[in-house]
T-cell receptor
Framework: SQQGEEDPQALSIQEGENATMNCSYKTSINNLQWYRQNSGRGLVHLILIRSNEREKHSGRLRVTLDTSKKSSSLLITASRAADTASYFC????????????FGKGTRLSVIA | SQTIHQWPATLVQPVGSPLSLECTVEGTSNPNLYWYRQAAGRGLQLLFYSVGIGQISSEVPQNLSASRPQDRQFILSSKKLLLSDSGFYLCACDTGVEQYFGPGTRLTVT
């Protein structure tokens, strides 16, 4: 069953703009992860935020987590054409850490 | 860090033919292993996962099966492919939290 749902499904922005993607989930979690997938490739882990954290940064990525709303957001600042990819959130299906359940993803297009 | 190998990269098979996709992992031992399928433009559907040799949990009770004959080898099989089996198959592993993915196999059933 679907645990995470990303929003929007697709996003198109100009290079240099910020991109914000949202994720909602249904059950209690230990952590929430974001992954990136370039077209036709495997997924790459970007960042993990634990349930007791509210915000986390990694380079141009900023992730927030609101466990009361069961939602998370991924912000990519100063986007580049190379950021064009699909972005997925993932949470563990049960109270542990695995297996992960992925949302349908947000397709981000950054136009140079 | 872990490296995951998958082959073949692409495969075109007729309906009713058998399937065998292989995944091997380097750089870790006793990993959890996963097979996902991704339809075009869609999310990932978990098919099987394994926490150890010979231990397989099935999420999709259709015509696919999985086996783990060695600690770092995971095989996805079918005796007779259906058109609906077309998709992008991804193998992944983890040792607890974040997952590492292979490059995937693009399967087209004709």
């Amino acid at each position: 069953s679907q645990q995470g749902e990303e929003d929007p499904q697709a996003l198109s922005i100009q290079e240099g703009e910020n991109a914000t993607m949202n994720c909602s989930y249904k059950t209690s979690i230990n952590n929430l992860q974001w992954y990136r997938q370039n077209s036709g490739r495997g997924l790459v882990h970007l960042i993990l935020i634990r349930s007791n954290e509210r915000e986390k940064h990694s380079g141009r990525l900023r992730v927030t987590l609101d466990t009361s709303k069961k939602s998370s957001s991924l912000l990519i600042t100063a986007s580049r054409a190379a950021d064009t990819a699909s972005y997925f959130c993932a949470t563990a299906r049960n109270s542990g850490n695995t297996p992960l359940v992925f949302g349908k993803g947000t397709r981000l297009s950054v136009i140079a | 860090s872990q490296t995951i190998h998958q082959w073949p990269a692409t495969l075109v098979q007729p309906v009713g033919s058998p399937l065998s996709l292989e995944c091997t992992v380097e750089g870790t031992s006793n990993p959890n292993l996963y097979w996902y399928r991704q339809a075009a433009g869609r999310g990932l559907q978990l098919l099987f996962y394994s926490v150890g040799i010979g231990q397989i949990s099935s999420e999709v009770p259709q015509n696919l099966s999985a086996s783990r004959p060695q600690d770092r080898q995971f095989i996805l099989s079918s005796k007779k492919l259906l058109l609906s089996d077309s998709g992008f198959y991804l193998c992944a592993c983890d040792t607890g939290v974040e997952q590492y993915f292979g490059p995937g196999t693009r399967l087209t059933v004709t």
